[in-house]
């Protein structure tokens, strides 16, 4: 019996089997848009914003939700930059985010995170979904949805 699946085996895997070249394509894509986005979040981590910054486009659009001080659409990295370094002021260098997972589907990441941040004798632990574009290898454009929106604004005030 082992012969005969070993025979079987060598069968299927010197067959001649096309690879579907618009799959191909997508699995490319889709560990192209991951490296990209991987690359962001290891950056961000590290708290290497240098590094952040090159995974984006410099005409990044990045929609925080909310109607806090801190909410809106943010257009370009030099804004971007000043609207993050908010946050880092605003915390005293606390605030993080961190990842539990992402996936991605065509040009799109989406990303379960939590927001981290400490001021004073407040603390902020908020879950939410970010949501990227990825295009030509950066980053194009963002999307953050709070689970705890209100909180999360009145922390930022």
């Known amino acids: ?32 848009i ?9 950056a961000l981590l590290k708290g290497d ?11 990044i659009v990045w929609h925080m939700g909310g109607e806090g001080p801190l909410s809106g659409i943010v257009k370009g990295k030099e804004a971007l930059g000043e609207r993050l370094g908010e946050f880092t002021k605003r915390s005293n260098g606390t605030f993080r985010v961190i ?3 992402a996936a991605s589907n065509d040009c799109f990441v989406v990303a379960s995170v939590v ?12 879950p939410g979904i970010d949501l990227f574009r990825i295009e030509n290898g950066k980053i194009q454009e963002v999307w953050t949805f709070a689970e705890q929106q209100e909180e999360e604004d009145k922390f930022w005030k």
């Open 1 to 32: 019996m082992f012969v005969l699946l070993k025979s079987r085996l060598k069968k299927y895997n010197n067959s001649k089997r096309k690879i579907n070249p618009q799959k191909e394509r997508r699995l490319a894509m889709k560990s192209e």
């Open 49 to 59: 914003f240098k590094s952040v910054f090159e995974t984006m486009s410099d005409n």
């Open 34 to 42: 991951m490296n990209v986005y991987n690359a962001y979040t290891e």
């Open 99 to 101: 990842t539990n997972w």
């Open 115 to 126: 927001s981290l941040a400490e001021k004073e004798d407040e603390k902020l632990n908020d």
